[in-house]
């Protein structure tokens, strides 16, 4: 039981952050990033090039991870994203765009990192093995530490910054913020930059551990929308709240049901249909939006 | 004096353009092979390196004049297309090569793949290189298929009676991803273990193949503590991170897996922890390896950048192509020409020191020959390199 907990702890952490960056760009801007994955695979090989290739301390591959996401984020929302919202009121053009970005960054991605699984060595040697009750390596610990560390760092920015109050109230309502003096594009590209950053750090957290590879953008992206389903689109908390509790249901899921087969997906899946029948706005969205 | 130097000018332009068409129709004849495979997503490393070792030899081969088949000599030229992994693009793929008159054909890679592909085969004249596992693609009355690498049916039982016979293995634990070709490697697998008397303890768990933490996954296999965990048709991206869980769970009996794998991808996603790790090699080793397989290499990465390790068998199925096409030039737009000259085709073998031939095999398995005949190389991993564990043939 505690390995369960521990490993739905671990799992939730991670997949939270991933959830942060998404629901911060919807609520901006009411854009669904499909491209997520992908820039949380982009940041992955961003750390692994410059601490497997470049031989640097990852602590330097993750803060490049985090500028060089943030800086592409700026740009796709400044180039891409504003053109596009400022020309059409229609979402599904947002949407387009979002899988058009996902397409060219996995092509991206193939030629400048290759088509291989690429990792890089442990941060943290050794595993913390309880009496064979839990039993978890050093650093999944640690990247588990960083990435609560990470989200406090980011409630706490959004809570008490000038910039996280602008971005907070850009969020509840567009057009009052405007009016009360808010620079909207400026915000806006800030928060698209700070997603698209968030998914790039947990991309560099994560290399140490799962690797990266071409193909996990798109699983990502699932199931980072499905943490967003679950905890409300656009809510901070409620992404917290939805990645954890996917952690946890993953976790209690392949350890309950091993025995029937790979069948955690599935249950989750139809829970989560019969969770948005009974509640569309999720954990904690608002219904009206 | 415009006009003049316009004329003069056009004049040249079209001598140049005359000259230079006449010169294209001087150089060889083009002679199209296909491939439709998986060259992006989790899986992408499988399709890309067929794709890169037929474009690396057909470069080599059209640099050295191209080849030679009955009285004409042909340039070679690759056309790929991306299957995404998926059986309704293969099945587009199939069709774009039957529509652009190609009749060989490398891949699919996966099963399901392979399978949806074979009535476009059969219809459009199209022999095809796949490198999937079911046994019906190969058997009569399926003629069009041939078995580009060995298969786990026929690794399997030979890596685990070595296991036994040297490691005293006796019980057997199996983990698959939740898709067809591990699925249906696993099962073979387990039917392969039982019918060698080893005890199968676990065969159930499954998993994603985007799962980002293999330690829950893991943790009900470990607990039952088997002498051997068979990673059953893992793709190189998941073997690491499956690898490493175990052993950060206190798993410390052997690993193994029936599919082929990078060294580098395993030295950096698991390190020293896939120490020991056994899987079916590239059917090449430093030992067999000839010096044309050595500027293959060479020319590969020189090409590409990096070396994948799963091309020393992805080389073989545009070399058994061609040297058949030699053997029987009547089957360059006829597969049933190149299919009677499958049973009797021999031709030595460049990749291999000695005297190793290409023949078709199979007869054991499918009951005609409809398989590449490559050597089942079992390696096992030892800080950042493989290392032979032993090597056998298969018919």
């Keep these: 039981m505690e390995q369960i907990l521990a490993n739905g702890l671990y799992l939730g952490a991670q997949y939270a952050l991933i959830a942060l960056g998404l629901t911060l760009i919807f609520s901006l801007m009411n854009v669904l990033n499909f491209a997520h994955g992908q820039m949380y695979v982009f940041g992955g090989f961003v750390t692994y090039t410059v601490v497997a290739q470049l031989g640097l301390p990852f602590i330097v591959g993750l803060l490049a991870s985090a500028v060089v996401l943030a800086v592409m984020g700026a740009l796709i929302e400044k180039f891409l994203f504003r053109p596009v919202i400022r020309r059409s009121k229609r979402d599904e053009s947002t949407m387009l765009l979002a899988a058009g970005i996902a397409f060219f960054l996995d092509a991206v991605i193939l030629l400048l990192f290759g088509e291989k699984q690429r990792g890089v060595p442990k941060i943290v040697n050794g595993v913390f093995n309880w009496d064979m009750r839990l039993i978890m390596p050093y650093d999944r610990i640690l990247i588990a530490m960083a990435a609560v560390a990470l989200i406090v760092g980011f409630i706490l920015f959004m809570q008490y910054s000038r910039t996280g109050r602008a971005m907070r109230a850009l969020a509840q309502d567009r057009v009052a913020a405007q009016l009360m003096g808010v620079d909207v594009d400026r915000y806006s590209m800030i928060g698209f930059a700070m997603g698209a950053m968030l998914a790039g750090l947990v991309g560099g957290l994560l290399v140490t551990i799962t690797g990266i590879n071409l193909g996990m953008g798109g699983p990502t992206s699932v199931k980072a929308f499905l943490m967003i389903m679950i905890g409300g689109a656009g809510v901070i908390s409620g992404a917290i709240a939805g990645g954890f509790i996917l952690g946890m249901m993953e976790s209690v899921g392949l350890t309950v049901l091993a025995a029937y087969g790979d069948i955690t997906y599935l249950v989750i899946f139809v829970t989560l249909m019969i969770f948005l029948a009974i509640r569309p706005q999720g954990l904690m969205g608002k219904p009206w939006g | 004096m415009k006009r003049r130097v316009f004329l003069a000018t056009t004049g040249l332009s079209l001598a140049l353009a005359v000259a230079s068409g006449s010169a294209a129709w001087a150089e060889n004849a083009k002679l199209k092979i296909g491939f439709v495979g998986v060259t992006s997503g989790p899986a992408a490393a499988w399709g890309i390196s067929n794709q890169r070792s037929m474009e690396t030899r057909a470069a080599w081969l059209n640099e050295l004049g191209g080849v030679k088949i009955g009285d004409t000599t042909y340039d070679v030229e690759i056309v790929p297309f991306d299957d995404q992994k998926d059986p309704k693009r293969a099945i587009a793929g199939m069709e774009k090569m039957a529509q652009d008159g190609i009749h060989y054909v490398v891949g699919p890679n996966v099963d399901d793949g392979a399978a949806a592909v074979r009535p476009v ?50 019980t057997v634990a199996f983990v698959a991803a939740n898709e067809s070709d591990p699925l249906s490697q696993r099962d073979g697998g387990v039917e392969a273990a039982k019918a060698l008397g080893l005890d199968v303890v676990s065969a159930s768990v499954t998993y994603q193949v985007d799962t980002t933490d293999f330690t829950p996954v893991l943790l009900p296999v470990i607990q039952t503590a088997p002498d051997l965990l068979v990673l059953s048709g893992v793709s190189p991206a998941n073997a690491p991170q499956l690898i490493r869980s175990a052993r950060e769970l206190g798993y410390t009996g052997l690993i193994s897996t029936e599919t082929a794998q990078d060294a580098t991808v395993l030295a950096e996603g698991a390190g020293e922890l896939a120490n020991g790790f056994i899987s079916v090699g590239g059917a090449s080793t430093p030992e067999l390896a000839s010096d044309t397989m050595k500027e293959f290499v060479e020319r590969y990465t020189k090409m590409f950048g990096e070396y994948n390790d799963e091309s020393n068998t992805k080389v073989y199925a545009l070399e058994y192509i061609i040297e058949t096409l030699k053997a029987n030039p009547a089957a360059i737009d006829n597969v049933d020409e190149f299919k009677k000259t499958m049973d009797t085709f021999s031709a030595p073998n460049p990749f291999m020191v000695g005297d190793a031939t290409l023949t078709y095999v199979g007869m054991t398995s499918f009951g005609q020959k409809r398989q590449v005949s490559v050597p089942l190389v079992v390696n096992e991993f030892k800080d950042g390199k493989f290392e032979t564990l032993f090597v056998a043939q298969v018919d």
């Design chain 2, 121 to 170: 085969a059969e219809q459009n004249g199209i022999m095809y290189f796949p490198y999937a596992f079911p046994k019906e693609l190969y058997t009569p009355p399926a003629s069009n298929a041939i078995l580009g690498m060995v298969a786990n049916y026929q690794s399997g039982p030979a890596i685990y009676k070595y296991l036994m016979e040297n490691s005293g293995v006796k």
